[in-house]
């Protein structure tokens, strides 16, 4: 190896080190800048907390510790910023449990703003624990976020999501408006919706990577434009990033238009995705219109090719995915075989959905039972 070789070795490795290096010192000053902004909340919450005198004279106390702060650290200490690491305090430490307690004296601050706050959600149920400040694993951004979400379950979701996908602020609000998690929720069981506030979504069989329906707001297509399903998978394949962060975890894009031939017949695939969690290849269909049967039986016969023709002996069962506007649950269940773990039918929505609407029906589908067992 020559010398030039050499130089440039060293310098790719210790560039890398470098990079690491100033990556892990930023995670820790924003891990830092948290845990303190958690402990200066606290410390608010405890020294307002002393009663109804106390508690009036509570917002002048907060504009003149707001004054001296800014006079000594700068911009960063508002009295809205103290007010935020305040709720930040009694949203991820309080105990749960101390709720009934606090709501029954009505005397004290803390106690207003917990009704004001936070039991509208009714977060506050026996056996939750506190959180501890070194749990906090994301930028003080995302949760300031995440604080406005009310429900306890929704928002752990998000933050475990957050995390372990890596997503900007602006992709954890994306995702909340997209109403992933109620989304996820609706097509799973009792036991994998706890699991959703414990582990985030875990995709270990074909089911856990469908999604029901696939929000494509990012598309800019109005809901009830005109537009050909070649126009539709010409714009999946311009926003490309954007459509792998609502496909979800492990996909990589393999083809558009992956051409198969019978004798000489030319099929065409819309588009061919791998999974690197189910080590399998996920196809893709477009359907601008109603879902018909002849769709789901062509769709068998792209999986059938891609199991005998392409994926490798140790690859898992090619999984199909058919996106339209319109279906019939019922036309879709007498169509696919009982036992089928491959082929699946999904709506898809180019507006963000009415989050409101998809919480009342989970509520609605848990009265009936109507969730899977």
Known sequence: MNSNNIEKNIFHEVKELIITAR?????????????????????????????????????????????KLIKEFGRGFSVRNLEQMKFFYLTYSIPQTMSAELEKKKSSMLSRELQKQQTVSGEFEVGKTQTSSAEFILSWSHYVFLMRIENFEERKFYEIEAHTNNWSLRELKRQFDSALYERLVLSKDKEAIKELSQKGQIISKPADAVKEPYILEFLGLPEHAKYSESDLESRLIDKLEHFLLELGKGFTFVARQKRMTFKEKHFFIDLVFYNRLLRCFVIIDLKIGELRHQDLGQMQM????????????????????????????????????????????????????????????IEENDEKGNFIK
């Open 23 to 67: 990556s892990q010192v930023i995670r820790s000053i924003n891990s830092t800048m948290v845990c303190t902004y958690f402990e200066i909340g606290r410390i608010i919450v405890e020294h307002l907390q002393g009663g109804e005198k106390r508690a009036e004279y509570g917002e002048q106390i907060l504009e003149d510790l707001s004054e």
């Open 302 to 361: 792209y999986v059938n090719y891609y199991d005998r023709e392409i994926k490798m002996a140790d690859e898992n069962k090619t999984i199909g995915i058919i996106l339209c506007k319109q279906k019939e649950n019922a036309l879709v269940r007498m169509t696919l075989p009982e036992d089928n773990e491959q082929i699946f039918a999904s709506k898809y929505k180019t507006i963000l959905p009415d989050k409101q609407q998809l919480k009342e029906l």
